[in-house]
C-alpha cells in the first residue's frame, strides 16, 4: 500500500476517533523528579518509565553502525521496542496498514501481531500472530502485554510467545502501562470509545475502569501514586493509581487561549517534570508559540504554556511526547525539520536546530542516552543531538533497508516541506535503548539493532 495513503488512512482514523527504568539521580541543583514504577527490564514501555520521561543514564552511540536488522512489518506510532532478558519484543501492523492481512488482502501468512528476538544477534525467537495490527507492547509482570487494532488486550509467555489470556475492550487499544498497585501488577490501556482500564497483569481481568469524554490516544503516565491521561477531546483526567477514583479533569481549551474556539487534541503521553505534567497538543494552524502546556499535577491549575520570544512564528502540532534531559524537554517540531528544547520550568523556547527535510508530519518521540538525544523524523532519517548544546553529533538513514547508514540520500536535501518522504519510508516508530547503549528502531519494514563495533 503507498505510504501516502497509509498517512491518509492514519488521519481518517484519528478524526473517527474524534467523534465517537529509574530515572538517573541528579544534583540539587537540578530538577527533582518523580520515581516512576518500572518493571525489572532495560526497556519496559514506550518512553522507558511511568514518567514517560525517555531518559536513562547509558553508553552514547558516537559511531553509529547496523549490527543487524530483521523484517518486521509495518511499525506504527506506538511500535516502540521492549527490552528485557536478553531479548527484543515488538508489535506489528503486518504487511497492509490499518487492515487486517487475513480478512482484506487473503493472506495466508499474515505477519501482524508480536515478534520476539535475540537482543545480541537479532535472531527470531517467535512470533505471535495477531487479529489486526498491533498497537502497542510492554513488559509487565514477566509478560508481555500487547494491545491494538482487534481490540484487546492479551498476555504472552516472553520464552514461548504463547497467549496466557485474552481481554476485549470497547475499542481499538493504544498505549499501555504496567503500574505496581497494593492489590498486585496493572497495566492501564486507554481505547478508541474512551474506556480507560485497569487490568489485572495475571489473570487479564478488568478490576478498574472509567468513561472518558474522546478516545484515549495518549496513554498514560503515572507517578505511582496518580495516572494521568488525556482524550482528543483535550481533556486532561487524574485518577488515583491504586482505586482508579478520578482526582480532577480539566479541559485544556478552557487554558488555552490563543486558539480560539479549537479543540486541543492529545495524542502523546504527558511527560511528568517535578510537579507538573507537560502535554503536547494539536491545534487548528501555527501559532507563534510551541504546542506545550504543564499543569500542576495535584491541582490541574495552568503552570505555563509554551513561549518563545526567537522570532520563529511557525510553531505546529504536537503529537508526540518530549524526552526530558535535566531542565530541558527535547522533541521534533512538525512543519518543519527543526529539533527543539523548551525549558521544563517555564516553558520558555531555549534552542531550535536544523536535521534533515522539512517535513510536515511526526510522529516519533525521542530517547535520551546520558547526554545524548536520539530524535527519529519523519523523513526515514535518525538524529544524535548533543543535550547540552544542541549540536547535531550524527544523521543515520533508515527509511531504504538497502541504504541504511550514515549517508542520507540527496533528495532529502531540500528545503521544501513534504507530507511524505520524497524517496523512501517515514519513521513512526519511537526507539528503545538497550543496557549496552544499543538504540532499537523499527523503520520501513525492519527492526534495526544501531550500536558500535
Known amino acids: 500500500m503507498p505510504l501516502l495513503q497509509r498517512f491518509k ?58 549490527l543487524w536488522k530483521v523484517p518486521v512489518g509495518i511499525a506504527g506510532w506506538l511500535n516502540s521496542p521492549v527490552i528485557a532478558d536478553g531479548m527484543v519484543f515488538v508489535g506489528s501492523g503486518g504487511t497492509y496498514w490499518d487492515e487486517p ?45 500487547a494491545t491494538g487494532d ?103 481549551s478552557e487554558l488555552y487561549t490563543e486558539a480560539v474556539d479549537a479543540t486541543l487534541e492529545v495524542y502523546g503521553a504527558p511527560t511528568l517534570v517535578n510537579d507538573t505534567l507537560v502535554i503536547g497538543f494539536a491545534r487548528d494552524t501555527t501559532y507563534n508559540t510551541p504546542a506545550l502546556i504543564a ?37 521534533a517540531e512538525p512543519y518543519s525539520n527543526q529539533i527543539l528544547t523548551v525549558n521544563a520550568h517555564n516553558g520558555q523556547l531555549e534552542h531550535y536546530f536544523s536535521a534533515g527535510l522539512p517535513m510536515f508530519p511526526q510522529w516519533s518521540s525521542p530517547a535520551i542516552a546520558g547526554n545524548l538525544v536520539y530524535v527519529p523524523r519523519f523523513d526515514g532519517g535518525l538524529y544524535a543531538v548533543e543535550a547540552r548544546d544542541g549540536k547535531l553529533r550524527w544523521e543515520f538513514y533508515l527509511g531504504i533497508p538497502n541504504l541504511a547508514g550514515p549517508k542520507l540520500p540527496d533528495a532529502l536535501n531540500q528545503d521544501e516541506a513534504y507530507w511524505m518522504p520524497p524517496i523512501g519510508d517515514a519513521i513512526y516508530a519511537s526507539p528503545a535503548i538497550a543496557a549496552d547503549g544499543r538504540i532499537l528502531i523499527p523503520a520501513a519494514g525492519y527492526l534495526y539493532c544501531i550500536g558500535e563495533d
Open 9 to 66: 488512512r492514519l488521519k481518517n482514523r484519528s478524526s473517527q476517533c474524534l467523534s465517537a527504568g529509574l530515572l538517573s539521580v541528579m544534583s540539587a541543583s537540578l530538577l527533582a523528579f518523580p520515581a516512576p514504577v518500572l518493571a525489572a527490564a532495560d526497556w519496559p514501555m514506550f518512553k522507558h518509565d511511568a514518567a514517560r520521561s525517555g531518559q536513562v543514564e547509558r553508553p552514547r552511540i558516537d559511531d553509529p553502525r547496523v
Open 101 to 145: 492481512d487475513y480478512e482484506a488482502f487473503s493472506d495466508t501468512n499474515p505477519t501482524e501481531g508480536v515478534y520476539a528476538f535475540d537482543l545480541r544477534t537479532g535472531e527470531r525467537k517467535w512470533h505471535t500472530p495477531s487479529k489486526n495490527d498491533v498497537a502497542n507492547v510492554v513488559w509487565a509482570d514477566d509478560k508481555i502485554i
Open 150 to 252: 482487534e481490540g484487546a488486550i492479551w498476555a504472552l509467555d516472553p520464552k514461548t510467545g504463547k497467549r496466557l489470556w485474552h481481554t476485549e475492550l470497547t475499542g481499538i487499544g493504544f498505549q499501555l502501562l504496567p503500574l505496581k498497585t497494593k492489590a498486585g501488577e496493572r497495566v492501564i490501556v486507554g481505547d478508541s470509545e474512551g474506556q480507560l482500564s485497569w487490568v489485572d497483569t495475571r489473570t487479564g481481568k478488568i478490576v478498574l475502569k472509567a468513561k472518558l469524554d474522546g478516545s484515549i490516544r495518549a496513554g498514560a503516565a503515572s507517578d505511582g501514586q496518580l495516572v494521568f491521561t488525556a482524550t482528543t477531546q483535550g481533556t486532561v483526567y487524574v485518577f488515583d493509581a491504586q482505586t482508579g477514583k478520578q482526582k480532577w479533569k480539566q479541559s485544556l
Open 295 to 331: 499543569l500542576n499535577k495535584k491541582t490541574g491549575k495552568l503552570t505555563w504554556s509554551g513561549q518563545a520570544d526567537t522570532g520563529k512564528t511557525d510553531f505546529g502540532n504536537i503529537r508526540t511526547s518530549p524526552a526530558l534531559y535535566k531542565q530541558s524537554l527535547f522533541y
